[in-house]
Structure formats: structure tokens, C-alpha cells
């Protein structure tokens, strides 16, 4: 019974210090690792989470870029350093699940990290050029039903969310496109626009300036719910394409380890701000949604995405030296 009432009690004392602790935390600047390089969506993200979070708690909050191998050099470093929170990640899907599944990563995307809050997301759009003949899905799936590979399919490289959300429509539907990886979306859409490709899938940030121009017409968007800056555009799941939500989402994680109460005081801290409009707007500028939500949520979505994933990438046998 005294080593029991010991234990009890050493329990007690370190759950009291892990209190005092985070009631004391930050007192020192927090840094948030952003694994691309400044400019790009998953730095715009980052700053405007860190600023907003530093302007409203009186924190330090400093965005730290550290790009390299598709994200993977940021993430890496993140879930090495010390789990005390004051090292943050700003994480999307890309680097967080897929480069670990296409083994190039070194890294667990769940025993490495723990998950903090969802911050925001978008999702992937199909789009062709103004005066493609292909006037919808329907159209699409038809061509490629009758004549296999014939459809040349455009994205902005080998394993990335757009690459693996044609491949999931593709499963979804039992048709075969032609893949045309390219190395980024400038290099895509010049071809997509003089034919040389038949359609082009990327995020919905990355094709809009293209889409209000009027030089690419969506056709559907790989999402659940249209998407507010495409309100017109279909989603799949409405064209009767089950299970083909693909988007891109951006959370704030820390190293496995990191002390719940922390982790209880940041997901508290994040939520306010996402829920605040000019938080939201300043998203939407850059093309995403403000999401929220509790740890747990974030967790559970990262847990899903890996066999979802898994599976997507198996049966399409993606290579990442493709």
C-alpha cells in the first residue's frame, strides 16, 4: 500500500508541475518551423498563424522557414527537437503523410508528432483549358472509358496531393489516364493552355488567378462541399463519384512528447484566432479556409489520411523516383 500511495502521490506531483508549467508557458519565444521556402501557401499560413497568435496572446511567436525534399527536412527537424513547446511545425498533408508512405521521409507521421490544431485547408479542382472539347465529367470519364490513356492528365509532380488526387479518381471511377508529372505549376498550365495536355489538377489557390482570367474552366473540385471561392463548381461526390475528397490541409504540430497542458493552452490559443474574421480573410486571400478544431480531431485526420493514402499509392504504384 506505501508503494502504491507513493506512486500515486509521484503522480500526483508531476501532473501539479506539468500544470505549473504550462501556466507559466511561453516565457521565451516560440519558433514555428515553415518546411518551404518564404512566399509559397504553407509560409503564408504559417505567418498568418504566428502573427495573429503573437498579437493576440503577447507571445513571440517567429516563423522559421527550412525547406528541402518536398518538406520533409522541416518535419524532420521538428519532430527531433525538444518536446517543451516551443517548437512548433506548420505541416501540411504533403510532407506530413504522403513523403512518409513514399519513403521520403525520416520520419512517423503519428509517433513523432503531436498534432495541435487544424489550421486550414483547400481543396483540389480539375480544370481544362477555356476551349478544351472535355465540357465536364461526364465527358471526361467517358473518353477515357472508351479510349484508355488516351486523357493526358497534368500535375505539378509525382506524389504530390495532386498527382495522388487523379489517382484516386481514377480508382474511384476504373478509368486510366495518361499521367504527365511536371515540376511545378508553371511549368504545367503553358501546356495545359496550348493542348499539349487535356486537364490539370492542383489546388484551388493555385489555378484561380487562371480560372478568373477565363483561360481554365473547372470541372469539378475534390472536396465534400463546394468550395466558397467556387460556389459554382460541382464537387465529385455530387457527379456520383464516392470517397474522392482530396484537399490540401495545414495543421500546427509539435514533438511526440510534448506536455497535454501545453498542447491544451496552444489548440485553446489557435481556435480563437481562426475564428476570428480578419484571421479568415486573410486565408481565404491565399486561398484557404480557416478550420479549427480540438487536438484530437487532428490527430484523428492524420490517422485516417495514412492508410487512405497507403492504399492510394499502393494500388497505383507511385514511385517517388518516378
Same mark, same amino acid.
Given at each position: 500500500?506505501?508503494?502504491?500511495?507513493? @506512486?500515486?502521490?509521484?503522480?500526483? &506531483?508531476?501532473?501539479?508541475? *506539468?500544470?505549473?508549467?504550462?501556466?507559466?508557458?511561453? =516565457?521565451?519565444?516560440?519558433?514555428?518551423?515553415?518546411?518551404?521556402?518564404?512566399?509559397?501557401?504553407?509560409?503564408?499560413?504559417?505567418?498568418?498563424?504566428?502573427?495573429?497568435? *503573437?498579437?493576440?496572446?503577447?507571445?513571440?511567436?517567429?516563423?522559421?522557414?527550412?525547406?528541402?525534399?518536398?518538406?520533409?527536412?522541416?518535419?524532420?527537424?521538428?519532430?527531433?527537437?525538444?518536446?517543451?513547446?516551443?517548437?512548433?511545425?506548420?505541416?501540411?498533408?504533403?510532407?506530413?503523410?504522403?513523403?512518409?508512405?513514399?519513403? /521520403?521521409?525520416?520520419?512517423?507521421?503519428?509517433? =513523432?508528432?503531436?498534432?495541435? @490544431?487544424?489550421?486550414? *485547408?483547400?481543396?483540389?479542382?480539375?480544370?481544362?483549358? %477555356? #476551349?478544351?472539347?472535355?465540357?465536364?465529367?461526364?465527358?471526361?470519364?467517358?473518353?477515357?472509358?472508351?479510349?484508355?490513356? @488516351?486523357?493526358?492528365?497534368?500535375?505539378?509532380?509525382?506524389?504530390?496531393?495532386?498527382?495522388?488526387?487523379? $489517382?484516386?479518381?481514377?480508382?474511384?471511377?476504373?478509368?486510366?489516364?495518361?499521367?504527365?508529372?511536371?515540376?511545378?505549376?508553371?511549368?504545367?498550365?503553358? =501546356?495545359?493552355?496550348?493542348?499539349?495536355? #487535356?486537364?490539370?489538377?492542383?489546388?484551388?489557390? *493555385?489555378?484561380?488567378?487562371?480560372?478568373? $482570367?477565363?483561360?481554365?474552366?473547372?470541372?469539378?473540385?475534390?472536396? /465534400?462541399?463546394?468550395? @466558397? #471561392?467556387?460556389?459554382? !463548381?460541382?464537387?465529385? $461526390?455530387?457527379?456520383?463519384? %464516392?470517397?474522392?475528397?482530396?484537399?490540401?490541409?495545414?495543421?500546427?504540430?509539435?514533438?511526440?512528447?510534448?506536455?497535454?497542458?501545453?498542447?491544451?493552452?496552444?489548440?485553446?490559443?489557435?481556435?480563437?484566432? &481562426?475564428?476570428?474574421?480578419?484571421?479568415? $480573410?486573410?486565408?481565404?486571400?491565399?486561398?484557404? #479556409?480557416?478550420?479549427?478544431?480540438?487536438?484530437?480531431?487532428?490527430?484523428?485526420?492524420?490517422?485516417?489520411? !495514412?492508410?487512405?493514402?497507403?492504399?492510394?499509392?499502393?494500388?497505383?504504384? !507511385? %514511385?517517388?523516383?518516378?
Amino acid at each position: 500500500m506505501r508503494i502504491a500511495y507513493k @506512486a500515486l502521490a509521484g503522480l500526483a &506531483l508531476s501532473a501539479l508541475a *506539468s500544470v505549473a508549467h504550462a501556466q507559466q508557458y511561453p =516565457d521565451k519565444a516560440i519558433r514555428m518551423i515553415v518546411p518551404f521556402p518564404p512566399g509559397g501557401g504553407t509560409d503564408v499560413v504559417a505567418r498568418v498563424v504566428a502573427a495573429k497568435l *503573437s498579437e493576440t496572446t503577447g507571445w513571440t511567436v517567429v516563423p522559421e522557414n527550412k525547406p528541402g525534399s518536398g518538406g520533409s527536412v522541416g518535419l524532420g527537424l521538428a519532430g527531433k527537437a525538444k518536446p517543451d513547446g516551443y517548437t512548433l511545425v506548420l505541416a501540411q498533408n504533403a510532407n506530413m503523410v504522403i513523403n512518409p508512405i513514399l519513403g /521520403k521521409a525520416n520520419y512517423d507521421p503519428i509517433a =513523432d508528432f503531436t498534432p495541435i @490544431a487544424l489550421t486550414a *485547408s483547400a481543396p483540389q479542382v480539375m480544370v481544362v483549358a %477555356k #476551349d478544351s472539347p472535355i465540357k465536364s465529367v461526364k465527358d471526361l470519364l467517358s473518353t477515357a472509358k472508351d479510349k484508355p490513356n @488516351a486523357i493526358k492528365f497534368a500535375t505539378p509532380g509525382v506524389g504530390t496531393s495532386s498527382h495522388l488526387a487523379g $489517382e484516386l479518381l481514377q480508382q474511384r471511377t476504373a478509368v486510366k489516364f495518361l499521367h504527365v508529372p511536371y515540376k511545378g505549376t508553371g511549368q504545367a498550365v503553358p =501546356d495545359l493552355l496550348g493542348g499539349r495536355v #487535356d486537364v490539370y489538377v492542383a489546388s484551388v489557390p *493555385s489555378a484561380m488567378a487562371h480560372i478568373k $482570367e477565363g483561360t481554365m474552366r473547372p470541372l469539378a473540385i475534390f472536396a /465534400k462541399a463546394r468550395s @466558397a #471561392d467556387l460556389p459554382e !463548381v460541382p464537387t465529385f $461526390e455530387e457527379l456520383g463519384v %464516392k470517397d474522392s475528397e482530396a484537399v490540401t490541409w495545414w495543421g500546427v504540430a509539435a514533438p511526440a512528447g510534448t506536455p497535454d497542458a501545453i498542447v491544451t493552452r496552444l489548440n485553446t490559443e489557435i481556435n480563437k484566432i &481562426l475564428q476570428m474574421p480578419d484571421t479568415k $480573410e486573410k486565408l481565404r486571400a491565399a486561398g484557404a #479556409d480557416a478550420i479549427g478544431g480540438t487536438a484530437q480531431e487532428f490527430s484523428a485526420l492524420i490517422k485516417s489520411d !495514412v492508410p487512405k493514402w497507403t492504399a492510394v499509392i499502393k494500388t497505383a504504384d !507511385v %514511385k517517388a523516383d518516378d
